[in-house]
């Protein structure tokens, strides 16, 4: 496997549900993201973590609950979710925080949720 | 007000030839670094090209160049000899350095279309 990879690539569950969103790194990266892409609007940076430390939420509701826990895997626990939560979820990784301006963020295939 | 503006919601363009596609956006900081992300059906975000605001030079990447006109602000990715693996949505995003070291601001994207 290389880059980043996403499991599973869809998903369906219901309001009460509780599931889990998958993410691996193979490049070597400290630093990992979640991002929420709904239709018709721009990305929306959830969480951040360097190191295994989870350095930004940007106001994410409590119902999405991030785990980091090594610098290779990343995790997005869901429970509750509401259908307006339907979006593609994407995971990025970068090998540092602090690279600069010109650090790049390389992301996985995302994971396509409904909520019913 | 948006920090990146991408106004063609759908392009087309004939096989072969060159597209453009326009991305302008807004901050007060001197430097800060652009990028342009591709993301085909599949929904991954592959990393086409960086700009950083202080290079001298347009970047360019294969038959991907960025036209950057810093006192326009402007940024706009031309693709030249286009192919039918081309069409996909084109994101445009920036990175202030005043801003959060992690956070990439994207535009609403752009659906190009590559037409046999």
């Known amino acids: 496997e290389t880059g980043v990879t996403q499991t599973p690539r869809h998903l369906v569950m219901g309001m009460t549900n509780k599931k889990s969103l998958k993410c691996e790194q193979h490049l070597g990266h400290n630093a990992m993201y979640w991002y929420k892409q709904s239709a018709k609007k721009p990305l929306e940076l959830m969480f951040v973590y360097s190191l295994e430390e989870r350095v930004e939420n940007n106001s994410v509701p409590s119902r999405f609950s991030p785990e980091c826990p090594n610098s290779s895997h990343l995790f997005l626990h869901l429970h509750t979710l509401q259908p307006e939560d339907s979006a593609l979820y994407l995971c990025?990784?970068?090998?540092?925080?602090?690279?600069?301006?010109?650090?790049?963020?390389?992301f996985g295939p995302g994971t396509r949720l409904l909520v019913l | 007000a948006q920090k990146i503006t991408q106004t063609q919601p759908g392009m087309f363009v004939q096989e072969k030839e060159a597209v453009t596609l326009d991305c302008t956006y807004d901050t007060s900081d001197q430097s800060y670094g652009l990028f342009w992300y591709k993301q085909p059906s599949s929904g991954e975000m592959i990393f086409l090209i960086y700009q950083g605001s202080y290079d001298e030079q347009n970047a360019t990447e294969g038959r991907y160049s960025l036209n950057f006109q810093k006192a326009r602000k402007s940024a706009n990715l031309v693709i030249s000899a286009s192919q039918l693996g081309d069409s996909a949505m084109y994101f445009c995003?920036?990175?202030?350095?005043?801003?959060?070291?992690?956070?990439?601001?994207f535009g609403s994207g752009t659906q190009l279309t590559v037409l046999p």
């Open positions: 990025a990784s970068s090998q540092d925080l602090a690279g600069g301006l010109r650090e790049t963020q390389y």
């Open positions: 995003a920036m990175r202030e350095v005043s801003g959060s070291a992690r956070q990439l601001t």
